[in-house]
């Protein structure tokens, strides 16, 4: 199983170092899309169809907590979780974009294994593709039937 | 609700976002910590950021060069296209943001800030502000300024 | 237009999205002994599907509405819009399962199959999969239809007196697109519209949340039809699936019979035996509406309602997810005007209003002879 993230900030810095922690924490990723602001990742979302969205708040033209209210306008891209990641870990930003639609937030600084959790708690799966609270009887892991 | 200016308060709290952002993000450790000490000296780099909402004021750092390029690559986990200098510019950066993040949403977990986009300090130009932070790395010494604008009423007895 | 898969020869791709192991197991068996379909893939998620689907270009997928990590109708959604294509729901009977299929279907999903559950036989299993599967092939689905419907169609400004109207039975038959279709012709009505019947192509299990949903959405009555039910003005009855619904006149009003019986033309309810009573019991007093689907099934009717006085609408090629139930129809001369599916509510409305073709016995206007 891979999953396709999209990283939304307008440091080239902090794509890049979200897109490593990504890398180290064992998550199968397919591919890694980046937008520098809300806008060019809606423009993207618009044909690319990703798993998960991670996004930061403050940006030049659209920011974050625009990016995640219009994602819960449209259809296809309503569900998508988006996990905020931003160094404002005031209740009341993060009370506001969880309100917004937001699944996930993440303070900066932040320790890798704290973006894994998020990110696992949000898709519900595992690194190695296990369901998160798993023992209920879905038998969705089992990848190995052929015909 | 505005920032009281309690002095030592602000230097704890300068410290200690300052120690967190190095530890969990730079994988860093931060030997001690001190008041503004000796002028540092040699060939250093330094960013500073200007911050508005429930209160306004500035957060400037600044690094050796050797030490912000060891910074910049645990932080990258090896050095970027652009080189080293470009990948520590660039750290200087992101550290001063997340050290001033960091320390506004402890202080004040009910309101809203917003960061500016931060910028270079000119070569040779050191941090100034009203509180003054040292924090010694392993090999480098990382100076923090933060002040507030006047408009921030002024507590500065304990 | 792109050719579909049963347009070239080619065998017609499916991938299986469903959790269950036994499931996609079932279904995969299921479909292996039919020539002209290959099973490509399987996927026991969203993420896999996803993959597969951009990765295969299936012409049909399958998939099941209740999963884990990611709810089928989010999944679908997303199908909907990245790569549109004809989407068959695998859902349990259950009412969640029965709601969450309507609404698939909504989305834009082209049919259901209930899930495979305990003695079903593989043979039947097979035979009803294998069909669906190939209507579906047939399909020409549309980017994001739910949302394009919304702001495509004009509805009709709220009318005064019913007295306006020349004619006072509405018949509409429909298939693969059909609900997607039905909910906009009466998105055109207010709560005062006029006595619809509807004999829509579902599963029996479904027909009901299909109605369910319909009257939450839409102004006027929608019901599940029960035998005896009174057909009036601001009330439309969906035929219950697995059973024929007809319209009988008795004393001057209007009401339905349900019944058992055999399929006809492989169906049940079928649109051949609504139209077939409607043109007996309503004959010009009638209009009547064939919408898109596979088959042939209406045409009969269509041309019998035609020929009794009654006016006929058939939704135009344009507009059909398929266009096969109209284009017989059409062929049969059964059809008097071909419009958009945007469209038809209005030619509904006009119809109604044109006189009479042939003056009938000694028939009441229907709204006075409701009040007998």
Not at chain 1, 111 to 139: F, H, K, N, S
Not at chain 2, 44 to 63: E, K, M, T
């Amino acid at each position: 199983m891979a999953f396709d993230v999209m990283i939304v900030d307008d440091s080239p810095a902090m794509r890049r170092f979200i897109r490593r922690v990504i890398e180290v924490s064992g998550f199968g990723v397919g591919r890694y899309l980046e937008a520098g602001n809300g806008e060019e990742a809606l423009k993207q979302l618009e044909h690319e169809w990703v798993d998960i969205v991670l996004t930061d708040i403050n940006m030049p033209r659209m920011d974050g907590e625009e990016l995640v209210t219009e994602m819960r306008k449209q259809d296809h891209l309503m569900a998508i979780p988006v996990i905020v990641i931003s160094t404002d870990a005031t209740e009341a930003r993060i009370g506001r974009l969880k309100q917004l639609g937001a699944q996930g937030y993440v303070t900066k600084p932040f320790a890798p294994e704290r973006l894994r959790e998020e990110i696992e708690t949000v898709l519900g799966v595992t690194p190695e593709g296990a369901l998160v609270g798993a023992g209920m009887g879905m038998d969705g892991g089992d990848d190995e039937f052929s015909f | 609700m505005s920032l009281v200016f309690d002095r030592p308060l602000l230097s704890e709290q300068l410290t200690m976002a300052a120690t967190e952002v190095l530890e969990t993000m730079f994988f860093a450790s931060v030997d001690t910590a001190s008041d503004e000490a000796e002028s540092p000296v040699g060939d250093r780099i330094g960013a500073s950021l200007d911050f508005h909402g429930a209160c306004a004021g500035r957060l400037a750092l600044s690094l050796d060069r050797a030490t912000a390029e060891g910074l910049a690559s645990n932080f990258f986990g090896g050095v970027g296209e652009g080189g080293a200098e470009e990948d520590s510019q660039s750290v200087m950066v992101e550290l001063t943001n997340m050290v001033c993040g960091a320390m506004l949403s402890h202080l004040d977990r009910n309101s809203i800030f917003c960061l500016d986009t931060p910028k270079q300090l000119e070569p040779g130009q050191e941090p100034t502000g009203e509180i003054v932070r040292d924090l010694s790395l392993e090999d480098g010494l990382l100076r923090l300024a933060f002040s507030l604008q006047e408009s921030a009423p002024k507590v500065d007895a304990h | 237009m792109s050719l579909s898969a049963s347009q070239t020869g080619r065998p017609i791709r499916v991938l299986i999205v469903d959790d269950s192991a036994v499931v996609r197991r079932l279904l995969s068996e299921a479909l292996s002994g039919q020539p002209d379909i290959e099973v490509v893939g399987t996927a026991p998620d969203p993420f896999v599907a996803r993959d597969k689907i951009l990765e295969l270009s299936p012409d049909v997928l399958t998939l099941d509405i209740e999963m884990p990590r990611m709810n089928g109708l989010t999944f679908l959604k997303r199908v909907m819009h990245y790569q549109p294509m004809p989407v068959i729901i695998i859902s349990s009977l259950g009412q969640a399962g029965c709601s969450a299929s309507v609404e698939a279907l909504r989305l834009g999903a082209v049919d259901v199959l209930a899930k495979p559950h305990g003695p079903y036989s593989v043979g039947e299993l097979s035979a009803q999969l294998a069909g669906k599967v190939r209507l579906a092939a047939a399909a020409q689905v549309r980017r994001d239809p739910a949302a394009r419907r919304e702001t495509g169609l004009a509805s009709l400004p709220p009318r005064g007196a019913s007295g306006a109207w020349c004619r006072h039975l509405v018949a509409i038959g429909s298939s693969t697109g059909g609900t997607q279709a039905v909910e906009a012709v009466l998105q055109g009505f207010g709560a005062d519209c006029p006595p619809i019947v509807v004999a829509q192509h579902i599963p029996s299990g479904f027909s009901r949340a299909f109605a369910k949903r319909l009257n939450e959405a839409l102004p006027m009555e929608v019901k599940e039809a029960e035998d005896g039910d009174a057909v009036s003005a601001g009330r439309v009855l969906i035929a219950p699936g697995n059973f024929h619904m007809l319209v009988k006149k008795q004393g001057g009003a209007y009401s339905v019979m349900v019944k058992d019986g055999p399929l006809v033309c492989y169906q049940r309810p079928s649109v051949d035996v609504l139209f077939g009573s409607v043109a007996q019991a309503a004959g010009p007093d009638s209009v009547a509406v064939i919408l898109t689907g596979m088959g042939s099934d209406g045409a009969l009717g269509m041309k019998r309602i035609r020929d009794a006085g009654g006016w006929t609408i058939a939704q135009d090629e344009a507009s059909c997810v398929v266009y096969g139930m109209p284009r017989e129809a059409v062929k049969a001369n059964g059809v008097e005007e071909s419009v958009s599916l945007s469209r038809i509510s209005a030619a509904i409305d006009e119809g109604l209003k044109k006189p009479r073709k042939s003056a009938v016995s000694s028939a009441l206007p229907y709204q006075k002879s409701s009040a007998i």
